[in-house]
């Protein structure tokens, strides 16, 4: 069984658009997050939830929008998409905030024409 | 500002030791982690260090110097699947997880 895990594994779609990506972890986890990377492969902290509250809300655009359904669920909206959008989108979850180990779900590769 | 620097990349032979540094400047501190990333995946969890000293885990070791905000992982028996990017990570006051640049590791045979 898969810890955390995020689909769609790749996204590829024009500028202007908006998609989802949709992130589970089923390893009981209070803590979830999405990660940018970009292509010089820096790892950047967007958004994280404990409990379904919003914790952290990076310097990031307000055309990304976080939603937690339950504990065990992060999706991320993005709306009128750019080309600088193109990265690795990775979900990952841990224990809990005061928790350092994350475990990562395999990534969105998102590219933006 | 916060901020975690860790070399761009190093190189190592098959079957040696290779040690890779980070040192980290951030208001607060709980501890420092290492996660190891190969091309196309994700990253995975390597270590953790929430006091100074040595941490074993297997051919891997990671190791915590508060006082001179400092750390580095050590990679022994170096084998040829080790080549991949490793990650150190700092959880601030804030709780938050801030990621350095990331360390290419070559291996050559």
């Known amino acids: 069984d898969t810890a955390v895990s995020q689909t769609p594994k790749y996204l590829v779609t024009q500028m202007g658009n908006d998609k989802s990506i949709k992130c589970e972890q089923n390893?009981?986890?209070?803590?979830m997050y999405w990660y940018k990377q970009d292509s010089k492969k820096f790892l950047k902290i967007m958004f994280s939830?404990?409990?379904?509250?919003?914790?952290i809300n990076e310097t990031v655009p307000n055309r990304f929008s976080p939603k937690s359904p339950d504990k065990a669920h992060l999706n991320l909206h993005i709306n009128s998409l750019e080309l600088g959008d193109s990265a690795v989108y990775f979900c990952a979850s841990s224990q809990g905030l005061a928790y350092d180990t994350q475990y990562f779900g395999p990534g969105t590769r998102l590219t933006v024409l | 500002g916060q901020s975690l620097e860790q070399p761009s990349e190093v190189t190592a032979v098959e079957g040696a030791i290779v040690q890779i540094n980070c040192t980290y400047q951030?208001?607060?501190?709980?501890?420092l982690s290492w996660y190891q990333q190969h091309d196309g995946g994700a990253p995975t969890f390597l270590s953790y260090n929430a006091l100074d000293g040595l941490e074993e885990t297997g051919r891997f070791s990671s190791f915590l110097s508060r006082s001179d905000s400092y750390g580095y992982l050590l990679l022994q028996e170096l084998q040829m699947k080790d080549s991949a990017s490793y990650f150190c990570a700092v959880r601030d006051g804030d709780d938050k997880i801030i990621f350095g640049k990331g360390t290419r590791l070559h291996i050559l045979p």
């Open positions: 951030t208001s607060g501190f709980y501890g």
């Open positions: 939830y404990n409990n379904k509250e919003l914790i």
């Open positions: 390893l009981g986890h209070d803590t």
